[in-house]
């Protein structure tokens, strides 16, 4: 799996010390506290006389060197409140340590704040891509960890990406799930986890109301990937109502069944909640199936379809009057007027926007046919 290589390769201190001291001039007070810090033994003093660095000599050569040493020792203790502190000042001091930003990153990821994983996310992208883009060293002695370098960078980047992902995956607010899944497809239309990130995405688009987001979400979807039956049904859904693409439509609402026939029950389910909801998304599909059949005029395959939905309409009861409703009328149509009056006697039976009409034809029928019970 390629996220866990990702993480692997990022484990790895490829590139160690990152930031090299310079010659301490100890006649100095900073060269005096650095000389300090090099002889503390205890990890506690010598973070606190780093700390003490920091605040001091924020301008120091010597200070990238210092706030490297911070962040490793506070990523080794847990502390991503002072790792991202760390980072912020490493940044900084040093604007291209992509390594900094990458731990600033997992420190925002540790913390589970949205908006900082988009922050640090950004920067490490940045950094990452500007490592990626170093030139090629003419002296071949120096080209294999330029390799490596790129490698390395171009690794970085797509966690960066990852990041954005998981984010949106985990994320309980769609708006935040939006901005997020928005963030990482402008920033890599391209990027692995770009189709990845469109599911989310459009639930997060339904749960907002935004419909036309989350239908242009689904049609990009599908166009590779007809796995997600919610996807299908709202694609297959919105073409009905706007009367367009009735092969899709088809298509899509025929591919439903398919799917949820093939599908195991999700883990930590129950099976009478896996038979509603396959239930709840199989009568739609035949629903959308039928109805576009009956608007079409070819009666007998809607029929067909609409029979199939009726029982599982019990699982998705605002279906049911229109099911009734549509069977009594295709099968008026097909000339089977016992099985039309059937169907409309149980609509008229419901509330409905359908229950006047039904009644009404029902009353036609006995009307023009003797002999209807």
Not at 194 to 223: C, I, S
């Amino acid at each position: 799996m390629r996220t866990l290589a990702i993480l692997i390769a990022l484990a790895l201190p490829i590139f160690g010390q990152r930031h090299k001291l310079e010659e301490v001039d100890a006649d100095k007070p900073e060269g005096q506290l650095l000389k300090q810090i090099g002889q503390e033994n205890d990890p506690a003093k010598k973070d606190a006389l780093m700390e003490q660095f920091v605040q001091q000599y924020p301008k120091a050569p010597a200070v990238a060197w210092v706030l490297e040493q911070l962040q490793t020792d506070y990523i080794k203790v847990g502390q991503p409140d002072k790792v991202l502190a760390a980072g912020e000042k490493l940044i900084a001091a040093d604007p291209d340590d992509t390594e900094g930003a990458l731990q600033s990153l997992k420190a925002a990821e540790a913390r589970k704040d949205p908006a900082l994983i988009k922050k640090w996310s950004a920067v490490t992208s940045a950094t990452a891509r500007k490592m990626a883009a170093t030139p090629k060293p003419a002296d071949a002695d120096q080209q294999e960890n330029w390799k490596n370098t790129v490698d390395y960078a171009k690794q970085v980047d797509t966690y960066s990406e990852y990041a954005l992902y998981a984010a949106a995956l985990t994320s309980s607010d769609p708006k935040t799930a939006i901005d997020l899944g928005e963030t990482l497809l402008a920033r890599n239309p391209q990027s692995e986890y770009a189709m990845k990130v469109r599911q989310p995405m459009f639930l997060a688009y339904r749960q907002t109301g935004a419909n036309d987001k989350a239908v242009a979400m689904a049609e990009q979807v599908l166009v590779v990937d007809q796995s997600n039956e919610d996807m299908l049904l709202v694609v297959a859904d919105n073409y009905l109502q706007n009367k367009k693409e009735p092969a899709k439509v088809h298509a899509y609402s025929t591919k439903v069944v398919e799917v949820m026939s093939a599908k195991p029950k999700p883990e930590g389910m129950s099976e009478a909640d896996w038979n509603k909801r396959k239930n709840q998304v199989l009568a739609l599909a035949y629903f959308i199936n039928g109805k576009l059949y009956f608007n079409e005029e070819k009666f007998a395959a809607a029929d067909e379809s609409l029979r199939k939905a009726l029982p599982l309409t019990e699982s998705t009861p605002q279906l049911k009057p229109e099911v009734l409703f549509l069977l009594g009328q295709s099968n008026y149509k097909l000339d089977k007027a016992q099985d039309a009056a059937n169907y409309f006697r149980s609509c008229a039976a419901m509330k409905s926007p359908f229950q006047a009409t039904a009644t009404k034809n029902l009353t036609a029928i006995k009307a023009q046919h003797s002999g209807i019970k």
